[in-house]
């Protein structure tokens, strides 16, 4: 069978990869290379594995509590919370495996991986969900299903994405992998162990160690002792590094009897972890979007509370001052009205998850007030954060800190080394529009050729920007074809083509901050962008941004170029909203209840409109192309954004 993918672009990244880090306000770059942060593949650290050893409990022991331990679970069940979900699960169907699915990517029958990888975690979610409703209402009714369920599970082929299965090796049993959807199963089939204690027949309880065993901690083994390829997550600096290492870990400290061995699973997940948290720039910022951070970062909570747990509290993976900044990225880079911009591979409409910032608002002291009390709580879709969140956990037991004003009230926020400007109107203003504008350069994780590209939200609507991900095809992670989709590559984005020619990847194309000036009433800031454009005789590229926040609002986007000689240029706005032309220069946006004027101009140069619907396998949006009417050495395109009254 044929191979679905090449390795993701992103899963190979080096350890000391060079990051360009952007000053905003300064002229100047710098190389930064976190070594100190990172963790080079090395052996098994034994001194460290004996202190550790000293600090677990007797026994393993995961999230929550067994079924026999009532006092929670009765708890839980007479809240009343909990009803809807179980009236659900009477007429429950445990998700079947689909081999059709499974292999839908590789024979053509699918443009995406999306079935195949949601039929995988389906199965999970319906393990943990019968896995808590026999749990919750202790009557034996749902055992007999969980035990049908973990077994089918236990002897499936495969447990990871089909998009991971390079030659369908984990399928056919030649190896196994520890990737995104495999340590999944892990966890949740530790978890459900744990959970149902003397519920799970003996001998099945056996199979699923064994399994446990063969597909996941085995391979880790070997890596360690043979220094081999494989399981590239330990040493990954991006989300498959904290999911993995959590699920992993996780399975490890809530099944595995041997105490040293726990000491050891808990030893990599303590010093490989590292290396996830260097894939966040220093400012906290996430390159790979709020939907990865709810990922990658969410798993990083789960990997702490199992560790904190095992570990009574003596080894706490949020002792990191990094740590501290990384919370905040939800917050900061909300725009207004809980809107948040679709940069890099996350979709529109994403927002961070509200179980995650509670653990970090309460654990961290945050004063978010926001996220002082949970109020999801009959969240059943999963039996590893769900369950430590219906349980007692560190968090909880933490004071919330003293409120402080609210993250998104402040007018801006500005993620200084990554080039990542937020602006927002003053609390109780008339205005109601807000700004994400992206700097950065085009060789981070879950890239998108995009410096330069904005989001502007009025209301509660994004009415132009950034158009976020698109569907997983067999090809996207590959660097041959990613940037030819529309949507990954500068075309789809807000930004300029510069003499017919899109942005081009790697670290050299990058945005440098030339100037900034923000007061109460105005933000303005100028990056130039031209590096990020292989074009001979670009002379200069500049974007300019101006926030205005007196009266209802404007945002103002100007592109500087000039050329050596006469060459087109064009700028693009991106949008879901619908839209008319109402003259010459204008445009009306629409957008539910919202409706914003773009005005448009070029002094000396008369501009041409052109529009395309990009879809990709995604929701589709719109390309407006504004570009002059004839080549020119130099100019400029001016695009204001204004609320329609």
Not at 151 to 173: A, C, E, L, M, T
Not at 207 to 216: F, K
Request: charged share 20%; hydrophobic share 35%.
């Amino acid at each position: 069978m044929k191979k679905t993918q090449s390795k993701s672009a992103y899963y190979t990244h080096l350890l000391l990869r060079a990051k360009i880090i952007v000053i905003t306000g300064l002229l100047t770059f710098k190389i930064s290379v976190s070594i100190a942060q990172t963790a080079p593949f090395k052996p098994i650290d034994e001194k460290r594995v004996q202190e550790i050893e000293a600090m677990l409990t007797d026994k393993p022991s995961g999230f929550g509590e067994p079924y026999n331990k009532r006092k929670v679970w009765n708890s839980l069940l007479k809240s009343g919370d909990y009803d809807q979900f179980l009236r659900a699960m009477k007429n429950y169907t445990f998700p079947a495996f689909s081999k059709d699915d499974y292999f839908s990517l590789s024979n053509g029958s699918a443009s995406s991986s999306n079935a195949g990888l949601t039929m995988m975690r389906k199965r999970a979610e319906g393990l943990a969900k019968v896995t808590w409703a026999e749990c919750l209402q202790n009557e034996g009714k749902y055992t007999r299903m969980v035990e049908e369920g973990l077994r089918d599970i236990i002897n499936q082929k495969s447990w990871v994405s089909p998009r991971s299965d390079h030659d369908f090796k984990n399928y056919n049993g030649v190896e196994y992998s520890v990737e995104l959807t495999s340590s999944l199963y892990a966890h949740t089939i530790a978890q459900t162990l744990y959970m149902m204690g003397n519920k799970i027949s003996p001998k099945l309880r056996k199979e699923a160690m064994d399994a446990l065993y063969t597909r996941i901690f085995n391979p880790i083994h070997r890596k360690i002792s043979t220094q081999n390829d494989k399981n590239d997550f330990l040493t990954a600096d991006n989300n498959w590094n904290h999911v993995c290492l959590a699920g992993l870990v996780g399975a490890a400290l809530t099944v595995i009897e041997d105490k040293h061995e726990r000491a050891v699973f808990t030893y990599i997940g303590e010093y490989y972890s590292r290396n996830g948290l260097a894939g966040f720039n220093d400012d906290g910022y996430c390159v790979e979007g709020v939907t990865y951070y709810n990922y990658g970062f969410g798993h990083y909570i789960l990997l702490r509370e199992s560790i904190w747990q095992a570990t009574g509290g003596k080894i706490d993976l949020f002792d990191d001052p990094k740590v501290q900044k990384i919370a905040r990225y939800a917050p900061n880079i909300e725009i207004i009205n809980g809107v948040y911009p679709a940069i890099s591979d996350c979709r529109e409409g994403a927002k961070p998850s509200e179980e995650m910032m509670i653990y970090l608002n309460r654990s961290l002291a945050l004063g978010i007030t926001q996220y002082d009390t949970l109020t999801n709580k009959s969240a059943t879709s999963n039996n590893r954060l769900n369950v430590m969140m219906a349980f007692p956990n560190s968090s909880s037991k933490s004071q919330p800190g003293k409120n402080i004003q609210k993250e998104g009230a402040k007018i801006r926020s500005l993620f200084e080394q990554t080039g990542v400007l937020v602006c927002r109107p003053l609390p109780g203003s008339p205005a109601n529009i807000g700004v994400a504008l992206k700097g950065g350069h085009n060789d981070e994780s879950h890239n998108h050729n995009d410096i330069g590209s904005y989001t502007v939200v009025q209301g509660n609507q994004i009415m132009a920007g950034d158009p976020g991900v698109i569907p997983y095809a067999s090809n996207i992670f590959d660097p041959q074809y990613r940037y030819t989709y529309k949507t990954v590559g500068s075309f789809g984005h807000p930004v300029p083509l510069v003499a017919g020619t899109q942005q081009q990847p790697g670290v050299q194309a990058r945005s440098r901050t030339v100037r900034t000036d923000f007061t109460k009433e105005k933000d303005n800031i100028t990056l130039d962008i031209a590096s990020a454009y292989n074009v001979p005789g670009l002379k200069k590229l500049e974007r300019t941004m101006d926030y205005d926040r007196t009266g209802a609002g404007s945002i103002t986007f100007t592109d500087y170029f000039e050329y050596a000689k006469p060459e087109w240029f064009e700028t693009a706005i991106s949008t879901r909203s619908e839209w008319k032309q109402t003259s010459d220069s204008t445009l009306l946006l629409t957008r539910e209840n919202e409706k914003m004027l773009v005005a448009f101009s070029s002094p000396g140069n008369k501009l041409l409109l052109k529009s395309e619907e990009i879809s990709e396998g995604g929701t589709p949006y719109t390309r407006i192309g504004i570009s002059v009417s004839k080549p020119v050495s130099e100019g400029q395109i001016v695009i204001t954004y204004r609320p329609q009254n």
